[in-house]
């Protein structure tokens, strides 16, 4: 598994990129041609293949024969949803499509998200711009080299901004709570129960204000509103991701309303970044997460719960007469509507909202020296890699490293001279594979070895030791093996970060319930893990910080990463949750983008995404800095590290 902000590169949402023209090719293979001024480009569904077929033989370097139209693009030819907008845009430029041939650039990005072929994406050109007037592209950007592409400001002098995590008041309306009992009447509500009592109150409330009620085992469709439950049931596993299904299938059915109600601990965690991001693929539904003290009382929970939804049917959020949840919490007076909201043992309403931090100082070296000892999950590779080299450089310690990537053997790299992607593609050809499915395994395996050999190299220069365990986080057993194995050789584990994670970008609707669990559990199970493996020290030093690495997704919440918002969120719920008996220091970082160079997984599509939207990424420098100084000099269990814009707002 990579790194874990291989993620946090979609915090700017890549599902709703905006609509890309003439942009640059991965690989440029000829000039730029002329502006066509001539009479539209043929749009037949035959000439749109056969520049469909040449504008990806160009990015990709796969020979004309080995595009079959019916091959996966993502599986096979690894076209994710942003290669596939950038493709369109080439695609409008070639033959003359106008600004945005759907209409709408937002809705479109999502329906190429879910094509799945080289024919669907002819049949949706075909289909969205039949005869529409041929549009001037902007003739000497389409070939440009990718590095004129990338954002003025990724070489390493982006400022880092520093943000913690606040409770700030927010009022529900009162005139919405005053009209609860008009508001509620003769509407079907679903109930999931919770088995501590909250159920049943509830479901008497709503019938007594004259809403239908039923009580459920799981989210169902059909209603006009469900209250999940589920996660205040005593359980010493998260609802998710076992519950993502139900909620998917009662989501795309249309429910009109949905609370899911949490408290504090383990049974909860994900569902609030699960809410900002499924709220921001339904905005017309409210969806909101809700999180209640755990020493109310039923009759006190329900009043909250009767608040949320009254503001829901009052047109707080959803619908014609309320705008789109807020995914980051609303407004700084909570006046707008936000998807997570939370109630205090006072009864005071608040969200969390990011405000700046900056730390009293920087530039401190980490509580370390040569005879510490850090493990680092993620394996050798991203930002994994560059946070273990970065605490070696700084204090010479010992470095084990857990990764599911096999440790290579030996140094010998037969493609040595294709040094990307597309280059390796053709040499695996030269080589005799024949498939799209197999070379693209080979390259990222090859690619992968490659990065492991390079940072083991790099850390074996600077570090005291340096050992690799190929494990998965996920494997309980492996994980104890591994802490089991570092404590006795070196008496000692004075420090993990929690690195792995895996992408698995798609909207809610069309999301795998099989790909939200495997990304889910890589975050939380990997961390549960490891929490459970440092706390068990015996008569070893206990660990001096755990810190897990997530993404901005998590706490503004990012279309198409319903899964990857929720693991975020759920290791910063642990991170609380744990600091109150962890004997060192617990800290949840949750980044922003990092530039591939950096080592996180931004690819030259989504740096460009993000150019043409003005968001700056980590550079590699800045953002194992900030961390370094994190350990040194800072105190707050949860922050967010990003990089500054231009102007800069935050701590330099």
Not at 277 to 301: C, Y
Request: aromatic content about 4%.
């Amino acid at each position: 598994a990579g790194a874990s902000p291989q993620g946090a590169e979609h915090s700017a949402a890549p599902l709703s990129a905006p609509w890309p023209r003439s942009v640059p090719e991965e690989t440029p293979r000829h000039a730029p041609g002329p502006a066509r001024t001539g009479p539209p480009a043929d749009r037949s569904a035959e000439s749109v293949m056969e520049a469909v077929l040449e504008i990806v033989h160009t990015r990709t370097g796969y020979p004309r024969d080995m595009l079959d139209p019916e091959l996966d693009l993502e599986a096979d030819l690894s076209i994710d949803s942003i290669k596939r907008v950038e493709i369109i845009g080439a695609l409008a430029d070639r033959i003359g499509l106008p600004q945005d041939p759907g209409g709408s650039a937002e809705s479109a990005v999502e329906e190429l998200s879910r094509i799945k072929t080289l024919r669907g994406i002819v049949d949706w050109v075909v289909t969205h711009a039949p005869g529409a007037p041929a549009a001037e592209p902007a003739a000497a950007s389409a070939a440009a080299p990718a590095s004129a592409s990338a954002p003025a400001a990724l070489p390493g002098t982006t400022p880092m901004t520093r943000l913690r995590i606040d409770l700030l008041p927010a009022p529900a309306p009162a005139a919405d709570a005053a009209a609860a009992p008009t508001l509620l009447r003769n509407l079907r509500i679903g109930i999931v129960e919770d088995a501590q009592g909250v159920a049943s109150t509830l479901a008497e409330a709503l019938r007594d204000l004259g809403s239908e009620v039923q009580l459920l085992p799981a989210a169902e469709p059909g209603f006009d509103g469900v209250i999940d439950l589920s996660a205040l049931r005593p359980a010493a596993e998260p609802v998710l991701p076992e519950a993502f299904p139900a909620l998917q299938r009662a989501l795309t059915a249309g429910l009109p309303r949905l609370l899911l109600v949490t408290a504090p601990g383990t049974p909860g965690a994900g569902l609030h970044g699960f809410a900002r991001s499924a709220a921001l693929e339904f905005p017309g539904t409210l969806i909101r997460a809700v999180e209640v003290h755990p020493k109310e009382d039923p009759e006190r929970i329900t009043t909250q719960l009767l608040t949320e939804l009254s503001c829901a049917a009052g047109g707080e959020a959803g619908g014609e007469a309320g705008g789109a949840a807020r995914a980051d919490g609303g407004d700084a007076t909570g006046t707008a509507a936000p998807a997570s909201v939370g109630y205090a043992l006072d009864g005071t309403r608040f969200t969390r909202h990011p405000v700046p931090a900056p730390l009293r100082a920087t530039g401190g070296a980490p509580p370390l020296d040569p005879g510490s000892v850090i493990l680092l999950t993620g394996g050798a590779r991203g930002i994994t890699a560059r946070t273990a080299l970065a605490l070696a450089r700084a204090t010479g310690c010992h470095v084990e490293l857990i990764g599911r990537t096999p440790e290579p053997e030996g140094d010998a790299d037969e493609f040595a001279q294709a040094h990307d992607r597309v280059a390796l593609r053709a040499a695996l050809i030269a080589a005799g594979l024949r498939t799209p499915a197999e070379i693209e395994a080979a390259a990222s395996r090859i690619l992968a070895e490659r990065e492991v050999r390079a940072a083991l190299a790099a850390l074996a220069s600077v570090a005291a030791s340096v050992r690799y365990h190929c494990a998965d986080v996920t494997d309980e057993q492996a994980v104890r093996a591994v802490v089991a194995d570092v404590r006795a050789r070196h008496g000692r584990l004075d420090g993990i970060v929690h690195g792995a994670g895996i992408l698995r970008d798609g909207l809610l609707r069309d999301k795998q319930p099989a790909d939200f669990a495997a990304v889910f559990t890589t975050k939380v199970a990997g961390a549960r893990h490891l929490a459970a493996a440092a706390a068990e020290h015996g008569a070893c030093p206990a660990p001096r910080f755990l810190a897990l690495f997530g993404s901005v997704a998590g706490v503004y919440g990012n279309r198409g990463q319903s899964d990857y918002a929720a693991a975020n969120d759920a290791l910063d719920g642990l991170a609380h949750t744990w600091a109150e008996s962890f004997p060192g220091r617990m800290l949840a970082v949750d980044w922003g983008p990092w530039a591939a160079e950096a080592g996180g997984m931004v690819t030259p599509e989504l740096e460009r995404a993000y150019a043409r939207r003005e968001i700056p990424l980590i550079a590699p420098e800045a953002g194992t800095a900030a961390f370094l100084d994190e350990l040194a000099y800072g105190s707050d269990v949860q922050v967010v590290l990003m990089a500054a814009a231009e102007e800069g707002s935050g701590d330099e």
